[in-house]
């Protein structure tokens, strides 16, 4: 059945309403009426916007399997699709799985209660059973992890005709977008294009026409790097491989899509000082949890600033101006080193940058925080000497305010690269702690300037 996708269908208010009117009245038949008319995605946005009994009762009212299968296969939420099978007997759970790729259905099959998932195992077909057990020995963020086995190869003896023959029989089951080409003992030779087959001589071997500059990923590469792979290189799959370059499986671009969204929406959760775990969360103990870590060393380091305040007492005494203009320091420092920190730490994350281009960030953000830094130091003293009349003070305002956001761009720019040399995550360098670190420096910076001018220049402030 051909399923027309329309704006009303996704994330369409009036279905959700009218189905959630219809599970109150317990209109299962009718749910299942109104679902079956939607494809498969809408179906599983829809799902996503229900609370999670009206989730339970509208999987349950689906008749269609296949239907079924698909619209949980949509969901991008592994922890929803595993708690609505929980709620269906083992047996068809296992039905439902087998007809969902085999990487999806690891995915949710580690997220199934232990008890359930051995029920759900032993009604699952062996060679889905064993497809799915080696996924997951695999880490789920990597090629391995997030790879589909069931893939189309071809022996490198084949003639032309005898591989078109294989592929008739096979795209009646499977969407067949490369041929890969692989010897007797599964080793990844090449791929051939459908286009090369069919203008090639039906007796040609297939090893001839082979293209063996293949691109292929190993099977314990990070799925962030496979990502950069497939858009550097504008694939619409790569062959995963293993140690021994054996063929083992592909990784589709809506894969790799569903690997950028996921890595994207990580990256911004650990730039604000929290987890993605937090989105799920229901329990506002658990919330603190994940942000409490970021935000305490953001208190311990704003309890530093109280201490430096402490320490130059004397000057603020002497200078009582000099307080007009703390907040515009720190507030300024701050927010130059978190723009530094974002524009870096998303370059690398898309990998902008290789090696040889960290030199060139380098002289960007050195440019960059020398330009800010000035343009700043200027209006921070054109400011002081319209407010506060005071041809010194403006001087100490002016050179704080370079010094402050020249360092805390440089910061901003520099951690990342650290962190990224060290093998960790730049997107841990959080707001909060890049923050914190630049409110610290900037009164440092401010009130040692006003001090040395106070004591040595004898100025008036």
Request: proline fraction near 3%; charge should be negative.
């Amino acid at each position: 059945m051909v399923k027309t996708i329309s704006k009303e269908h996704v994330d369409n208010e009036v279905v959700i309403k009218t189905i959630r009117k219809l599970i109150r009245k317990e209109a299962k038949e009718n749910v299942n009426n109104l679902l079956s008319k939607l494809h498969p995605a809408d179906i599983a946005r829809i799902l996503l916007n229900l609370a999670p009994d009206e989730q339970i009762f509208s999987i349950k009212a689906l008749k269609d399997i296949q239907l079924k299968a698909e619209a949980i296969e949509y969901l991008d939420d592994y922890k929803v699709a595993a708690r609505l099978l929980e709620q269906i007997n083992p047996e068809e759970a296992a039905r439902i799985l087998e007809k969902i790729s085999p990487d999806k259905a690891a995915d949710i099959i580690d997220e199934l209660d232990e008890e359930f998932e051995e029920k759900v195992q032993q009604h699952l077909n062996p060679q889905f059973k064993e497809e799915i057990a080696k996924l997951l020995r695999y880490p789920e963020d990597s090629a391995g992890g997030i790879m589909n086995p069931d893939f189309f190869a071809i022996d490198k003896d084949m003639t032309i005709e005898e591989a078109l023959e294989e592929i008739r029989k096979a795209s009646k089951e499977k969407q067949i977008i490369y041929v890969y080409v692989v010897d007797k003992y599964g080793h990844l030779i090449g791929v051939v294009t459908l286009r090369a087959l069919i203008t090639a001589d039906k007796n040609e071997k297939i090893e001839n026409i082979a293209n063996t500059n293949i691109i292929s990923v190993r099977t314990n590469m990070d799925q962030e790097e496979v990502a950069k792979i497939v858009e550097k290189y504008d694939l619409l799959s790569v062959p995963v491989v293993d140690n021994k370059n054996r063929l083992v499986g592909v990784i589709t671009v809506d894969d790799i899509i569903d690997v950028i969204r996921e890595e994207t929406t990580e990256d911004i959760y650990k730039l604000i000082g929290t987890s993605q775990e937090e989105f799920e969360e229901t329990r506002v103990l658990n919330i603190i949890k994940y942000r409490a870590p970021w935000l305490i060393m953001s208190l311990i380091g704003e309890s530093i600033s109280g201490t430096v305040l402490k320490h130059f007492n004397g000057t603020l005494k002497t200078a009582i101006s000099l307080s007009f203009f703390m907040p515009l320091i720190m507030a300024l420092g701050g927010n130059t080193g978190q723009q530094s920190q974002t524009i870096v730490v998303r370059a690398l994350a898309l990998g902008k940058f290789d090696e040889s281009g960290i030199w060139k960030i380098i002289k960007i953000q050195i440019k960059t925080a020398i330009s800010i830094g000035g343009l700043f130091a200027i209006l921070g003293f054109v400011m002081a000497l319209v407010f506060q009349r005071n041809l010194p003070l403006a001087i100490v305002v002016g050179s704080s305010l370079f010094l402050s956001m020249f360092l805390s761009t440089i910061l901003g720019a520099f951690l990342p690269l650290g962190l990224k040399k060290l093998n960790v995550d730049p997107a841990v360098a959080a707001s909060p702690f890049i923050s914190a670190m630049n409110d610290i420096m900037g009164l440092l910076i401010y009130l040692s300037i006003a001090t040395f001018s106070i004591k040595f220049f004898g100025v008036k402030l």
